[in-house]
């Protein structure tokens, strides 16, 4: 990495785990946590994939914490509620490595929260914040979402997004590729946790895979994202037979 390259925003972050820490209590019982050593960054996209619970969503929330996110999410400037507990104590124990350029704007999307930032806006901020008309509760989960990936995100930036393909359909996976791309190109930086096969296939970007055994880089054409889904389409109907046959231990 160009030490004086602008971009990443966010070099690397590492653990200093001190003596008030219990690696047998959440979050730092996570093997992902408890093992973690550094994380360095892609200068464009960091994808963060794994099993379901392998502890995606608490590092990235630990991250967008320590960097001064609110924890529901949303812009640099909400600061919502603190609703997370015991996952922000991992925050105080993150150390982070950052450019001497900061980004000029900040948003952090949690999958499960974007609903809590939409009343939100809506409510406090209303017009100011010309997503234009309906508000965002008027629109679906998916449009709201393209709606402040379109309108809000800005070049400069510095974006934490957990699971946003959640909301959207496959078109519109492809259509946030090409947003993605072109916020890129304007001097922005992702970190994105997905389990997409459409958005991981990005090429600027590094993939982390998060397993029992750490955290560790793999390339696109080794994830078990494009391997399964790839199987899957490509033998659906004897796969469906496969799975659906009748368990012929039971009763
Ligand atoms: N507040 C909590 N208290 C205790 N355990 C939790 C809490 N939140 C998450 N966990 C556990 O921590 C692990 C990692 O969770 P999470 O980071 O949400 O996984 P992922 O985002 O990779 O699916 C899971 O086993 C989950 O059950
Ligand atoms: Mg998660």
Redesign the pocket.
């Known amino acids: 990495m160009n030490k004086f390259a602008a971009k990443p925003y966010l070099q690397r972050i590492w653990p200093e785990f001190g003596n008030d820490v219990d690696l047998s209590e959440?979050?730092f019982n996570?093997p992902a946590v408890r093992d973690l050593q550094q994380i360095e960054f892609h200068a464009d996209v960091t994808f963060f994939v794994?099993?379901?619970?392998?502890?995606?969503?608490?590092?990235l929330e630990a991250i967008a914490l320590a960097l001064g996110f609110g924890v529901e999410g949303g812009p640099m400037s909400i600061q919502l509620l603190d609703t997370?507990?015991?996952?922000s104590a991992l925050a105080r124990h993150i150390r982070m490595s950052r450019s001497f350029k900061r980004p000029k704007y900040g948003y952090f999307m949690r999958a499960e929260s974007f609903f809590n930032v939409a009343t939100y806006m809506d409510k406090e901020i209303g017009a100011s914040w010309s997503y234009g008309v309906p508000a965002l509760h008027a629109r679906s989960h998916g449009e709201a979402f393209m709606s402040v990936l379109l309108n809000k995100f800005r070049s400069d930036g510095l974006y934490l997004l957990?699971e946003p393909e959640a909301a959207l359909s496959p078109n519109r996976q492809l259509a946030a590729l090409r947003a993605i791309d072109q916020l890129v190109q304007q001097r922005s930086q992702f970190i994105i946790?997905t389990h997409s096969p459409i958005l991981l296939a990005y090429p600027n970007a590094k993939i982390l895979a998060?397993d029992g055994s750490g955290i560790s880089e793999i390339a696109y054409e080794d994830t078990e994202h494009l391997a399964v889904t790839r199987d899957f389409l490509n033998h659906y109907p004897r796969r469906l037979e496969q799975l659906l046959a009748p368990d012929l231990d039971s009763d």
């Open positions: 959440f979050p996570v794994g099993e379901n619970g392998s502890g995606k969503s608490t590092i997370l507990g015991e996952r957990d946790v998060f």
